[in-house]
Every structure is written in C-alpha cells, then in structure tokens.
C-alpha cells in the first residue's frame, strides 16, 4: 500500500512539474475581458502585454494596474514582433488579425462573452488552466463563492428594475446584467417585457412599465453625448424623480470577473435603500 501510495504521489508531482513547465511565459491578450482576467490570474512577469481598452476606465476595472504591462492595438504586425507562447483574444476579436496570427504559427486561445455566472466560473477555471495558475484560479472562485452567499443571505425584495443605457438599449433575459439581477434579489423589467439579449427600450414603454429601480450608466462620456439625451428627456426625469435612479458604470458589467458581483451587490443595496 505504500508503494501504491508512494508511486501516486511521484506521479502527481511529475505531473504538476510537467504543467509548470507547460505554462506560458510571454502572453499577449487582445481584448479587455481577456485582459482582465490575466492580469487577475497571471504570474509576476507572465502576461505581457494588454489591449489598449484594458487602461480605458469607463470600459477596464483594472484600468490603473493596466498600466504596468506593454499596450497593443490587436494589430498582427505588433503581436508577431512581441514573439509570444500564447495570445489570447475574445470571440469577437478582429478575425482577420486572429487568423492570421494562426496561420503564423501562434497558439491563440479565444473567450466568447459571459453571459452567466456559469459562464465567469468557466472563464477564470479556463485562464487558471491556460496560465499554469489554478491555484489563484481557483482563489478567485472561492471569492465569487463568498461574495455570492452573502447575497443570498438577503431575502429577495420583489422590487422591478429596468436598465436604460446610452442610446436607449436595456439588458434583457440571457445577459449576465439579467443574471445579476437575478441574483441581487429584483425583478428585470426587460425580460418581463419580453426582451432578450442587449435591445432596445423605448423610453415610452419604460415610462409605462414604472420600474422601482432604474439603471443607468449615466456619466461614462466626458462631455454631452446625443447617445445620453435619453437621460435629459423630461419623460425620463419625472419617472426618475420620485424613484430610486441607479448609476452604475458600465465597466462592472461589460466583463465577467469576481468585481462583476460588485453590480448585485449595489442593486441589493439600492433596493433596501429605496422607498
């Protein structure tokens, strides 16, 4: 039995040897979800290199540590002359550039959006895997875990809300905005109405569907954006004045990461705050 037990155990350690060894040691990510989730999980000196979004902060949470890594613009010719053993890149990523980039010879791996917190589970178990770090990964997991038994801890308030962003488009059923909502305990407005995926809400029908709560990512221009007259429209300042409007920037729900939760947990918040 020692011997078995002895054999395992040298088995497990040329294993994990065999993985460190494997792990990349100059990675290139090309896009700002991507980005996020190495700069979480990666090693000192592993991940090279970030997509100019990753320092962008109406669009990147991390935007102020993003600034200690080499920026790309997606671009083939700079990904090819930084040499790197893995590049990593979103789904929707420029394709030309992606094939390209193949075709060189490079191994690139691509994440597809997360729509769930399924979806953000499998994301950072996947980078942990890809980087040789799955302790962190899965440290971070234990982080979403702790962060979402709180949230349940809470009992769910009933109250409806309706996300409004620029140029008038909501979150509804199958986004992980709707999932967060879900999860903070309110009811989707969107999704009641039939909506799915990232649509448009006519300022008529969310005046007529007076939501408790309204969600709005007011504020992520620098300056007067036709994008934001929804926000000025004397339709949407008389529902919102008597309501509890919520600003929360898009940045917290344009990618899945443990800070996405940092959505629920100001919804739940605003919801117990709320009249």
Same mark, same amino acid.
């Not at 000192?44 to 890594?69: C, F, I, K, M, T």
């Not at 929707?92 to 769930?116: D, H, I, K």
């Given at each position: ?20 060894? /494997? ?11 991507? &980005? @996020? ?8 000196? @592993? ?8 320092? &962008? ?17 997606? !671009? ?9 053993? %893995? ?5 929707? =990523?420029?394709?030309? +550039?992606?094939?390209? !980039? ?6 690139? /791996? ?32 234990? #982080?979403?875990?702790?962060? %979402?038994?709180?949230?349940?801890? @809470?009992?769910?308030?009933?109250? =409806? ?8 488009? =909501? ?14 305990? !309110? #009811?989707?407005?969107?999704? @009641?109405?039939? %909506? ?7 300022? /008529? ?54 800070? +996405? %939760? ?14």
């Amino acid at each position: 039995m020692k011997r078995i037990m002895a054999i395992l155990m040298v088995s497990v350690l040329n294993a994990s040897a065999a993985l460190a060894a /494997e792990a990349p040691h100059r990675v290139v990510s090309m896009n700002v979800c991507t &980005d @996020q989730l190495a700069m979480l999980i990666a090693g000192e000196g @592993q991940l090279y290199s970030v997509s100019y979004l990753a320092g &962008d902060r109406n669009a990147s949470v991390l935007a102020d540590q993003a600034g200690g890594y080499v920026v790309n613009h997606g !671009l083939a010719e700079e990904v090819f002359l930084m040499q790197p053993d %893995l590049i990593i890149a979103g789904t929707f =990523t420029t394709r030309t +550039t992606v094939e390209l !980039l193949r075709r060189l010879g490079f191994r690139v /791996e691509e994440f597809a959006p997360a729509n769930s917190l399924d979806d953000i589970r499998e994301h950072i178990s996947r980078m942990g895997t890809l980087l040789g770090r799955q302790e962190k990964a899965s440290a971070l997991l234990a #982080e979403i875990d702790d962060a %979402l038994a709180k949230l349940r801890a @809470q009992p769910p308030s009933g109250k =409806t809300v309706a996300t409004y962003y620029a140029n008038s488009y =909501t979150s509804g059923s199958g986004t992980l905005v709707d999932a967060l909502i879900g999860i903070s305990g !309110l #009811e989707n407005i969107a999704a @009641q109405l039939g %909506l799915t995926g990232t649509s448009k809400l006519p300022l /008529e029908l969310l005046v007529l569907a007076s939501p408790d709560l309204v969600i709005s990512s007011e504020g992520d221009y620098p300056g007067p954006a036709l994008a934001e007259e929804g926000y000025v429209h004397p339709a949407f300042k008389a529902l919102t004045a008597g309501k509890k409007a919520v600003n929360i920037p898009s940045k917290y729900s344009i990618c899945g990461a443990p800070f +996405t %939760l940092e959505v629920a947990q100001i919804l739940q918040d605003a919801a117990g705050a709320a009249k």
